[in-house]
């Protein structure tokens, strides 16, 4: 079937670090792929997504890559602020699952100052 | 401002008692969504609307209902609340297929005791 596995968290950084939560999805079919980012209280919302291979995501200094080859979707930003402190799910869509979002368990971040 | 509008936010019931979470899309989406949100599990499917006059199981659809009132709306029913219904509970909306991502409800708190 169709999955998504995201790195384990929580992740713990202090400002300025380089961030990056990994993400592999299951190869079936061609699915776009998703970050979205969820703050505390707040729904979810789409941070970013690429919807073929090669593609490059990115928004508000976060970026992600869809690798066919290693079938991952990792996240990263070089210097993290501490309003970026959130959690973070990696989400497939498409393929054989037509439009249904399939999302990973959630990494929480913590930024400290 | 245009979105997904769901009611109530807050919602505590006993074990038995019956509830309808109200969802509301104004940006004329074909296809809408109910997820549940679990610690560590990210968030799982239970009914989704492909398209008005249509509904399908998710990955959890046990011990719920739901009804796609017209384009707009897309309620959630919980006949007989159990605890194991504890839960963030979140609606979404999409164009067809979803490709282009969700968008995403504020997110309605239940707890059963």
């Known amino acids: 079937g169709n999955s998504v596995t995201q790195m384990e968290g929580p992740v713990t950084l202090s400002e300025e670090a380089f961030l990056t939560i990994n993400c592999t999805y299951t190869?079936?079919?061609?699915?776009?792929l998703f970050w979205y980012v969820q703050y505390p209280g707040e729904g979810l919302q789409l941070l970013l997504k690429a919807t073929k291979a090669d593609d490059k995501g990115s928004n508000k200094g976060f970026e992600a890559t869809y690798r066919k080859e290693t079938t991952s979707f990792h996240l990263e930003k070089g210097s993290v602020q501490v309003s970026d402190s959130a959690v973070y799910f990696c989400a497939r869509a498409g393929g054989t699952s037509y439009g249904k979002l399939t999302f990973g368990q959630g990494t929480i971040l913590t930024v400290h100052p | 401002n245009a979105g997904v509008t769901q009611t109530p936010k807050f919602q505590v019931l006993k074990t038995g008692q019956s509830m309808t979470l109200q969802c509301a899309q104004d940006?004329?989406?074909?296809?809408m969504y109910w997820y549940r949100q679990d610690p560590g599990m990210g968030l799982r499917l239970i009914y989704y609307s492909a398209s008005e006059g249509t509904t399908d199981k998710g990955e959890v659809p046990n011990g719920y209902n739901v009804s796609r009132l017209n384009k707009r709306e897309f309620s959630l029913r919980l006949e007989s609340a159990a605890p194991s219904q504890t839960s963030v509970y979140f609606c979404?909306?999409?164009?067809?297929w979803g490709e282009g991502g969700y968008t995403f409800g504020s997110g309605t708190r239940l707890t059963v005791v």
């Open positions: 190869a079936t079919g061609y699915p776009s």
């Open positions: 979404a909306s999409s164009e067809a």
């Open positions: 940006m004329n989406h074909n296809s």
